[in-house]
């Protein structure tokens, strides 16, 4: 693994050096234009700071921000990547450990130029690619917002990267092939709520973060926006967000997608694993125009082209017919003989966008954790699922879940044995 | 809230499964793994009771898996998103569950291990600072109101490995955590002594939590402060 790793080193090296001369010379410090002491009073507006709690909802600062069980936003969660650990800092308006003497100007640099306050380049666990759509006015009322907190005096912890990763310059690289700085254009042609959606899921709400496949480099360039991809180091599919052909959500209607942003169900699925946290800490709290916004919008993503079937690598149909008999007698209870589900109460498993997404990681690590459906305003008192993890082998576990991708009206790719133990060990977060 | 009429509504449709209103069907992750009445299991890992145990000590459990004080991933994965209040609803109904214990095995050990385990119980061992477990469990060692869990009926595995969880810090509580401190104090032959004194004991009749001023705390716990609990 290290050697393979060291091979890399001088390719980044170059790189670094080429990208770094093509940053100095393509990057113009953006400013806000807005006039300082028109900031500093909005600064202290109570309208602006409520707007900017509400904003920094919408952008779930603050499940990045604090840790398991700590200070609101005095940092601490240490965001996993492929290169290494990266610890979300303090943001409280504490002077020392904070954002206490931060200008509004530094803040601005960090959200929509991914630049920290001594000019070092932040890495983009840090989602500034999607925050730098953020209005200069959305800026403010979030800037305002974390002023506003009480300060707690809790030193941030210094990264846990791997070289070359730990050298932040080896950033501007990375910026130069992944990062466009600029704040979100209206489409004059769309909608009023088209390009609120639009602003909300390419910015603010930083849905593409995870929505996404990521290369080898961690960058998210060159695949279709919000065309699904492979949470890396955390192992979550997040689906493609298309509800036409062929899309992830294909079928599901506005209010399903509204239905499922503001209490964590719908008819065609619940949230679960990162997206049980994104509905809970954000997208609950959303008011109900936005979430039409944001529906709306989703809506307009294109149809997809049609994945050409693998070819099984194996005969699945002995595994699915096992897997039909551990259904009837586990799973059929809540999820019914038929794969429909219950309103409200269980989750259909037929056209399930998480049952028949590409990788089957989704599928598995639910039979195996089970766990409740998100809490929410809407769902105080949710359901919950048993976890297999206990009771079913991992050969039990890729036969049962063969068969739901594979029943019904669902046609996904069977899960083999050795996938489910991967799965198994994989940390929870 | 969500339309009552949509719910109603989907539990009336005729071919779609039918599911109880209860607590019990909403909570079937941990039933699961802790028994449909809290009567704990032991199935490769050791799944503890919960049955009869007091109100806020299974409330303060739940919390301190959520705040990551307690570690145990599978719990912490489950009861991440609980409000407290729904963590309050489901301690009230394993709290008031009644059922029978099992007995469990204790390792074979020396009678004098078991007789230093009953002294460390009864009357602690002041060289080394440990009061006795009896000074907080109460008299009968069915643990007392509202915080503070009985010790009789648990299986030897799981003293063992609770009291080491509080030495390596898998374990925590509010501070100040007494039984951290008791468990670093105690010599590591003892844990095994307790462990094994206490799996061994019969459980009497009445295994109630005594009321809360039947024990005047020798050390100062923090879940003992103010007496409610972490509800």
């Known amino acids: 693994m290290k050697s393979v790793r060291l091979l890399w080193v001088p390719m980044v090296l170059l790189v670094v050096v080429l990208a770094g001369w093509w940053w100095h010379a393509h990057t113009t410090e953006q400013s806000t234009l807005i006039a300082t002491q028109d900031v500093s009073a909005m600064l202290k507006d109570p309208a602006v700071i409520a707007k900017g709690r509400y904003l920094a909802t919408v952008s779930d600062c603050m499940s990045c921000h604090t840790q398991q069980g700590g200070e609101p936003y005095a940092g601490g969660r240490v965001i996993p990547t492929p290169f290494g650990n990266i610890p979300a800092p303090n943001i409280t308006s504490d002077p020392e450990h904070g954002v206490g003497r931060w200008s509004f100007d530094d803040f601005w640099r960090a959200l929509h130029s991914g630049i920290g306050r001594s000019g070092e380049r932040l890495y983009p666990a840090f989602p500034y690619t999607s925050f730098t759509k953020t209005t200069p006015e959305d800026a403010i009322a979030i800037f305002a917002y974390l002023q506003s907190l009480p300060p707690a005096a809790q030193a941030s912890e210094p990264p846990g990267l791997n070289f070359p990763y730990n050298v932040r310059s080896t950033l501007n690289a990375w910026r130069a092939l992944y990062f466009k700085p600029g704040v979100y254009k209206p489409d004059p042609a769309q909608s009023a709520e088209w390009n609120r959606g639009a602003y909300l899921v390419q910015g603010l709400g930083h849905c593409d973060e995870c929505h996404a496949q990521r290369d080898a480099l961690g960058g998210l360039q060159g695949n279709a926006p919000l065309s699904g991809g492979q949470i890396p180091v955390q192992d979550w599919y997040a689906p493609d967000l298309s509800t036409q052909a062929n899309g992830g959500l294909q079928g599901w209607t506005q209010q399903d997608i509204v239905d499922l942003l503001k209490t964590g169900q719908s008819s065609k699925g619940t949230a679960f694993g990162p997206m049980a946290n994104v509905v809970g800490s954000s997208t609950q709290y959303l008011h109900d125009d936005d979430l039409r916004a944001i529906a709306i919008y989703l809506q307009s993503l294109p149809a997809r082209a049609k994945l050409v079937p693998v070819a099984a690598s194996f005969d699945s149909k002995a595994l699915a017919d096992h897997g039909h008999d551990i259904y009837v007698k586990r799973c059929a209870d809540c999820h019914g003989e038929n794969g429909a589900g219950l309103a409200n109460v269980y989750p259909p498993l037929d056209g399930n966008s998480s049952v028949l997404e590409p990788s089957g990681i989704n599928a598995a690590r639910a039979v195996l954790l089970g766990g409740f459906a998100p809490l929410t305003q809407g769902n105080p008192r949710p359901y919950s699922m048993p976890p297999y993890a206990q009771q079913l082998s991992d050969a039990d576990v890729a036969a049962v879940v063969t068969y739901i991708r594979q029943a019904w009206s669902n046609h996904a790719p069977a899960v083999e044995e050795r996938d489910v133990a991967a799965y198994r060990h994989t940390p929870i977060d | ?231």
């Open chain 2, 1 to 231: 809230m969500l339309p009552l009429a949509l719910l109603l509504g989907g539990l009336a449709h005729a071919d779609a499964p039918s599911v109880p209103d209860t607590l019990q069907q909403r909570i079937a992750a941990c039933t699961t793994c802790h028994g449909v009445h809290g009567e704990g299991a032991q199935n490769g890992d050791l799944f503890p009771r919960l049955a009869g145990k007091p109100v806020a000590y299974l409330t303060l459990q739940l919390q301190n898996f959520q705040r990551g004080l307690r570690k145990y991933a599978p719990m912490e994965y489950t009861v991440r998103q609980l409000s407290p209040e729904y963590m309050h609803e489901i301690a009230e109904y394993f709290a008031a569950q009644q059922v029978p214990y099992q007995s469990s095995g204790v390792p074979n050990l020396a009678p004098s291990v078991l007789q230093r385990g009953q002294q460390v119980v009864t009357s602690g061992d002041p060289s080394r600072q440990v009061p006795p477990c009896q000074a907080c469990h109460g008299k009968q060692l069915t643990g007392t109101q509202p915080s503070v869990p009985g010790l009789v009926g648990l299986p030897y595995d799981y003293i063992s490995a609770q009291l080491g969880s509080w030495r390596t810090g898998t374990r925590g509580s509010k501070a100040p955590d007494c039984m951290s401190e008791i468990a670093n104090r105690l010599a590591p032959t003892d844990i095994t002594a307790v462990a094994a004194w206490l799996a061994s004991q019969s459980v009497p009749a009445d295994v109630h939590p005594q009321a809360a001023n039947a024990i005047t705390p020798p050390l100062r716990c923090g879940v003992l402060d103010s007496q409610g609990g972490g509800a």
